[in-house]
C-alpha cells in the first residue's frame, strides 16, 4: 500500500520568505501527484497537478516538482503572504483510482 | 458552475439511525469519489464510481453503500451509524481517474452519538 508523508507538520515563517513543503511517497509506481490546500473547516482546493512523465509544475508563486525514483515531491512557495495560511496536503494518484494522501503540512505566514 | 456541492452540511446521529449523503457536480465528469477525513490521519477512499450505474470499493467500504443512478449524483449511505463513522466526509469528482485533476466539495461534517 502507498504511504505518503508529509514533514513537517507545521511551519510557521514571516511574510516575505520563501519556503518549502516536503512530501514522500513509498510507491514510485504512480500515475500522478496532486498539491492541495485546505482552509480550516473547509474543502480541499487543487494547487497543482504533475503527471508521472513530468517532472515539475508552476502556478503563479508556487512551483512543485517531482522525483519518482526517489519519492519525493515538493512544493515551493515563493514569497510568502498572510493569506497562504492553510493547511498543504500532498496526494500521490495510482492507476486504481485513488489518491494517497499525507496528513499535511499546516502552514502560518505572520504578518 | 457550482462545481462539487455537498449536502447536508452538518448532521448529528445518533448510533444505529441512517442517513444519506448527496454529491451533485456540474461539470459533466465521469468519475466520483466519496473520501473520509479524521484527526491526524489523511483523507482516505470509501468508494468511488467510474461511471453512472457503477461503484466500486475503496480503502475503507465497511459500512457504506452508494449508487450512481444520475452521472452528476453520487450518494453515500449510512444504514446503521456507529460512532467511528464521525468524520468529515469529501465527495471529489474527475474526469480521468488519475489522469486528471481531482474536484473536491465543502465537506460534510457527520457527529454519530
Known amino acids: 500500500k502507498q504511504e505518503v508523508t508529509q514533514i513537517p507538520a507545521a511551519l510557521s515563517v514571516p511574510e516575505g520568505e520563501n519556503l518549502v513543503l516536503n512530501c514522500s511517497f513509498t510507491?514510485?509506481?504512480?500515475?500522478?501527484l496532486q498539491w492541495f490546500r485546505q482552509d480550516p473547516g473547509k474543502g480541499l482546493t487543487s494547487l497543482l497537478l504533475?503527471?508521472?512523465?513530468?517532472r515539475e509544475q508552476t502556478s503563479g508563486r508556487l512551483n512543485a516538482s517531482l522525483d519518482k525514483s526517489s519519492g519525493r515531491s515538493t512544493l515551493y512557495i515563493a514569497a510568502s503572504q498572510p493569506g497562504d495560511s492553510a493547511t498543504y496536503l500532498c496526494?500521490?494518484?495510482?492507476?486504481?483510482?485513488?489518491?494517497?494522501f499525507g496528513t499535511g503540512t499546516r502552514l502560518t505566514v505572520i504578518p | 458552475n457550482a462545481g462539487v456541492t455537498q449536502t447536508p452540511k452538518f448532521r448529528v446521529l445518533k448510533t444505529g439511525q441512517s442517513m444519506t449523503l448527496l454529491c451533485a457536480q456540474d461539470?459533466?465528469?465521469?468519475?466520483m469519489y466519496w473520501y473520509r477525513q479524521d484527526p491526524g490521519m489523511g483523507l482516505r477512499l470509501i468508494h468511488y464510481?467510474?461511471?453512472?450505474?457503477?461503484?466500486a470499493k475503496g480503502e475503507v467500504p465497511d459500512g457504506y453503500n452508494v449508487s450512481r443512478l444520475k452521472k452528476q449524483n453520487f450518494l453515500l449511505g449510512l444504514e446503521s451509524a456507529a460512532p467511528s463513522q464521525t468524520s468529515v466526509y469529501f465527495c471529489?469528482?474527475?474526469?480521468?481517474?488519475?489522469?486528471?485533476?481531482?474536484?473536491f466539495g465543502p465537506g460534510t461534517r457527520l457527529t454519530v452519538t
Open positions: 464510481s467510474v461511471g453512472e450505474g457503477t461503484t
Open positions: 496526494a500521490v494518484g495510482t492507476g486504481a483510482n485513488n489518491l494517497f
Open positions: 461539470m459533466n465528469h465521469e468519475y
Open positions: 510507491d514510485s509506481a504512480i500515475y500522478n
Open positions: 471529489a469528482s474527475s474526469y480521468v481517474a488519475g489522469g486528471h485533476e481531482q474536484y
Open positions: 504533475i503527471q508521472s512523465s513530468q
